[in-house]
């Protein structure tokens, strides 16, 4: 609440105010002074509220302020019962009802002067249905209403201008710059009449020279004509090429068809297509037209604030909050057979969804499938322009791709081979090295031994000796047995080896050939690209630097379109106006009193004078009824009294017949008695 009456303070403080109040002077205002500050708010908004508290009714100011803040659309706070409150509290200048208000006013000053100063035109009068029985009345009405809606037209293309940026006073300096430019082209022209007119034979000159500029535009329009045919030649000549391509894509996915599967394919594109139709176009059309509907009602509404908006935001709160009440309510009840329909529904729904998604996914596809074929065809004709020869397809590439693995393979069995012989030979060699490793170590012991013995240099006796010998003679001959067969063994794979080199030596030669080959192709291949990314680079330039031009070249029509049709509309409407103005000044003018009583300002003054005639007949109507209020009021009361004692003698009376009649009925039982 501080922080409200520090903000009401501060700007009651600056201009237009200059209240020059403080929180404790403002808080201690009388309600009669505060409802003076509420009035001064009021009338900065609306000058029409300017008044003095002190010399109108209160019962007036409270109609008054409250008929204002209705038409400014204040929202108290509360509900019903506390708008009785408030505006108790408004006539008697209640703090807690003036402090609300004024902070809120403050807020907005700006907007709310917008919103006042449209009302004073926008707010229908309600004329009552007997009344436009009348021709003069009802066409007066229907004329109020046209010129209200002219006043909405006419307001929303004025705010519009301001929002564009185009002022009258500019304008007026291109409507006087082109005049004088006309008139500087008609003296010109004159000039020109007068210097040819001097000239023999101008007429035969100046006809020519029409003729001239004739066939000059006859010209310029042939040569369009004839742009326009290159054009259409050119699409023509595209589409062809794209019908070629998918004609022979048609006969290439044909050629191994079948007529089961070609109709099967059929039979789904014909679902496919009747489930876009029947069921995803027409959700897609009615959210489409929902959505426009939504936005036309949104355009046709008023412009909205931020407590419009807020107003919306607890509107939508409370919405929310009663669908959440009734969800909950909802499961509360927990019927089975709507659980059961809800699971069917859900299940329903999911799949929908899952149905939509995928046609959207294979409508993608379809899509993004059309956009590749026509960039592969793009593409092709590109590298046929660049290389002459044709791109290979379908079975071609196959065959090719098929050949090139068959070579792969055979290549590399033969590398295999040619490495477990590489293997086998390296094998060898350390079986070699190993032996004279052990031969040489066999050597040191027997010198070892020798020396250890004393007998280095000298053989031993002549039977170690001759068994020496003998046991050398058999380790030669074993030596000489295995070196045979080493020896065997090497020539052997030797023989192996050049076998294997010369059956090797036409697929090497090929391979270094097809290796040569690939090099040529990469080389070319790379420069092939090269040149294809400059060349591309250069149209993306080019083609990026067009669109530049063609967007300012729209933009600059569009411009200079909007333009003249805003300089037409507004030339329209002036031209109405004042054709307006001319008939009714005619009519004001006219000595026939008919066509004067037509004119609008006497028509406007008859329907014042006879509002005017009729409020004072009600005033004095009202008068009567007060001055005579107070003895109408007694007689009513003492006709109610009169009415309660005839009420209260009427019982008396109906109670003494019954007391009466059950005192005879008492004495005639008692006389049956006594017989």
Same mark, same amino acid.
């Given at each position: @609440?501080?922080?409200?009456?520090?903000?009401?303070?501060?700007?009651?403080?600056?201009?237009?105010?200059?209240?020059?109040?403080?929180?404790?002077?403002?808080?201690?205002?009388?309600?009669?002074?505060?409802?003076?500050?509420?009035?001064?708010?009021?009338?900065?908004?609306?000058?029409?509220?300017?008044?003095?508290?002190?010399?109108? @009714?209160?019962?007036?100011?409270?109609?008054? @302020?409250?008929?204002?803040?209705?038409?400014?659309?204040?929202?108290?706070?509360?509900?019903?019962?506390?708008?009785?409150? &408030?505006?108790?509290?408004?006539?008697?200048?209640?703090?807690?009802?003036?402090?609300?208000?004024?902070?809120?006013?403050?807020?907005?000053?700006?907007?709310?002067?917008?919103?006042?100063?449209?009302?004073?035109?926008?707010?229908?009068?309600?004329?009552?249905?007997?009344?436009?029985?009348?021709?003069?009345?009802?066409?007066?009405?229907?004329?109020?209403?046209?010129?209200?809606?002219? &006043?909405?037209?006419?307001?929303?293309?004025?705010?519009?201008?301001?929002?564009?940026?185009?002022?009258?006073?500019?304008?007026?300096?291109?409507?006087?710059?082109?005049?004088?430019?006309?008139?500087?082209?008609?003296?010109?022209?004159? %000039?020109?009449?007068?210097?040819?007119?001097?000239?023999?034979?101008?007429? %035969?000159?100046?006809?020519?020279?029409?003729?001239?500029?004739? +066939?000059?535009?006859?010209?310029?329009?042939?040569?369009?004509?004839?742009?326009?045919?290159?054009?259409?030649?050119?699409?023509?000549?595209?589409?062809?090429?794209?019908?070629?391509?998918?004609?022979?894509?048609? $006969?290439?996915?044909?050629?191994?068809? $079948?007529?089961?599967?070609?109709?099967? %394919?059929?039979?789904? +594109?014909?679902?496919?297509?009747?489930?876009?139709?029947?069921?995803?176009?027409?959700?897609?059309?009615?959210?489409?037209?929902?959505?426009?509907?939504?936005?036309?009602?949104?355009?046709?509404?008023?412009?909205?604030?931020?407590?419009?908006?807020?107003?919306?935001?607890?509107?939508?709160?409370?919405?929310?909050?009663?669908?959440?009440?009734?969800?909950?309510?909802?499961?509360?009840?927990?019927?089975?057979?709507?659980?059961?329909?809800?699971?069917?529904?859900?299940?329903?729904?999911?799949?929908?969804?899952?149905?939509?998604?995928?046609?959207?996914?294979?409508?993608?596809?379809?899509?993004?499938?059309?956009?590749?074929? $026509?960039?592969?065809?793009?593409?092709?004709?590109?590298?046929?322009?660049?290389?002459?020869? +044709?791109?290979?397809?379908?079975?071609?590439?196959?065959?090719?791709?098929?050949?090139?693995?068959?070579?792969?393979?055979?290549?590399?069995?033969?590398?295999?081979?040619?490495?477990?012989?590489?293997?086998?030979?390296?094998?060898?060699?350390?079986?070699?090295?190993?032996?004279?490793?052990?031969?040489?170590?066999?050597?040191?012991?027997?010198?070892?031994?020798?020396?250890?013995?004393?007998?280095?240099?000298?053989?031993?006796?002549?039977?170690?000796?001759?068994?020496?010998?003998?046991?050398?003679?058999?380790?030669?001959?074993?030596?000489?047995?295995?070196?045979?067969?080493?020896?065997? @063994?090497?020539?052997?794979?030797?023989?192996?080896?050049?076998?294997?080199?010369?059956?090797?030596?036409?697929?090497?030669?090929?391979?270094?050939?097809? %290796?040569?080959?690939?090099?040529?192709?990469?080389?070319?291949?790379?420069?092939?690209?090269?040149?294809?990314?400059?060349?591309?680079?250069?149209?993306?330039?080019?083609?990026?630097?067009?669109?530049?031009?063609?967007?300012?070249?729209?933009?600059?029509?569009?411009?200079?379109?909007?333009?003249?049709?805003?300089?037409?509309?507004?030339?329209?409407?002036?031209?109405?106006?004042?054709?307006?103005?001319?008939?009714?000044?005619?009519?004001?003018?006219?000595?026939?009193?008919?066509?004067?009583?037509?004119?609008?300002?006497?028509?406007?003054?008859?329907?014042?004078?006879?509002?005017?005639?009729?409020?004072?007949?009600?005033?004095?109507?009202?008068?009567?009824?007060?001055?005579?209020?107070?003895?109408?009021?007694?007689?009513?009361?003492?006709?109610?009294?009169?009415?309660?004692?005839?009420?209260?003698?009427?019982?008396?009376?109906?109670?003494?017949?019954?007391?009466?009649?059950?005192?005879?009925?008492?004495?005639?039982?008692?006389?049956?008695?006594?017989?």
């Amino acid at each position: @609440m501080s922080d409200q009456i520090k903000f009401i303070v501060d700007n009651l403080n600056k201009e237009p105010f200059r209240k020059n109040y403080n929180l404790i002077t403002f808080d201690s205002l009388e309600p009669m002074q505060l409802l003076q500050v509420l009035n001064d708010v009021l009338a900065e908004i609306d000058p029409k509220q300017v008044v003095d508290i002190r010399e109108e @009714m209160p019962e007036h100011t409270a109609k008054r @302020m409250l008929s204002l803040l209705g038409i400014l659309k204040y929202k108290p706070p509360g509900n019903a019962t506390d708008m009785s409150t &408030f505006r108790q509290g408004l006539v008697i200048g209640s703090k807690p009802v003036i402090y609300p208000v004024l902070h809120w006013l403050l807020q907005r000053t700006n907007e709310l002067k917008k919103r006042a100063y449209l009302a004073r035109f926008l707010i229908k009068l309600e004329v009552p249905s007997e009344f436009l029985q009348d021709e003069t009345v009802a066409d007066t009405n229907k004329q109020y209403e046209e010129l209200m809606e002219a &006043f909405k037209t006419l307001h929303k293309d004025c705010e519009q201008l301001k929002s564009s940026g185009f002022s009258t006073a500019e304008i007026r300096r291109d409507i006087s710059a082109m005049e004088g430019e006309k008139e500087q082209l008609a003296k010109r022209v004159e %000039r020109l009449k007068k210097r040819v007119e001097t000239v023999p034979s101008h007429q %035969r000159m100046l006809q020519t020279a029409r003729q001239l500029r004739v +066939e000059k535009e006859r010209e310029g329009f042939l040569a369009q004509q004839k742009q326009e045919q290159k054009n259409q030649l050119f699409h023509a000549a595209q589409r062809l090429q794209r019908v070629q391509n998918q004609l022979k894509s048609m $006969r290439h996915a044909a050629a191994d068809a $079948r007529p089961e599967s070609l109709l099967k %394919r059929l039979e789904e +594109e014909m679902k496919f297509n009747s489930y876009m139709v029947t069921e995803k176009f027409p959700k897609e059309l009615e959210n489409k037209r929902k959505e426009l509907h939504f936005l036309q009602k949104v355009v046709s509404e008023p412009a909205m604030g931020p407590s419009d908006l807020l107003e919306l935001e607890s509107k939508i709160n409370e919405v929310n909050a009663q669908i959440n009440q009734l969800i909950e309510k909802k499961m509360l009840r927990n019927e089975p057979m709507e659980g059961k329909l809800s699971l069917y529904r859900q299940q329903a729904s999911i799949i929908s969804r899952k149905k939509e998604a995928k046609a959207e996914e294979l409508q993608e596809t379809k899509e993004k499938l059309a956009s590749l074929e $026509r960039e592969v065809s793009a593409k092709t004709d590109q590298a046929r322009e660049l290389d002459g020869t +044709e791109v290979l397809k379908g079975d071609e590439f196959k065959r090719y791709v098929s050949k090139l693995r068959s070579k792969s393979t055979v290549f590399k069995k033969k590398h295999q081979i040619i490495a477990e012989f590489k293997a086998e030979f390296g094998l060898l060699q350390r079986t070699e090295e190993l032996l004279r490793q052990r031969h040489e170590n066999i050597q040191r012991q027997l010198q070892t031994i020798e020396d250890k013995r004393g007998i280095s240099g000298y053989s031993y006796t002549q039977e170690e000796l001759e068994r020496v010998s003998a046991l050398k003679s058999e380790v030669d001959d074993a030596k000489g047995r295995t070196l045979d067969d080493m020896s065997e @063994m090497v020539r052997k794979l030797n023989s192996l080896v050049s076998e294997k080199k010369s059956a090797l030596a036409p697929v090497i030669k090929e391979l270094r050939q097809l %290796r040569q080959k690939c090099q040529e192709l990469t080389q070319e291949c790379d420069e092939k690209k090269a040149q294809y990314d400059s060349c591309a680079a250069g149209l993306e330039s080019n083609r990026s630097k067009l669109e530049q031009e063609v967007r300012g070249l729209r933009e600059e029509c569009l411009q200079g379109e909007s333009k003249y049709h805003y300089t037409n509309c507004m030339i329209r409407s002036l031209q109405v106006q004042l054709h307006r103005a001319t008939e009714e000044m005619k009519a004001y003018v006219s000595p026939d009193q008919q066509e004067k009583r037509k004119a609008i300002r006497e028509q406007y003054t008859k329907n014042i004078a006879e509002q005017e005639n009729l409020g004072k007949k009600l005033r004095e109507k009202q008068k009567a009824v007060r001055e005579s209020h107070g003895p109408n009021m007694k007689q009513v009361k003492m006709w109610r009294d009169f009415e309660q004692l005839m009420e209260c003698k009427k019982q008396c009376f109906l109670k003494q017949n019954q007391t009466s009649i059950g005192q005879v009925i008492q004495e005639g039982g008692e006389d049956r008695l006594v017989l």
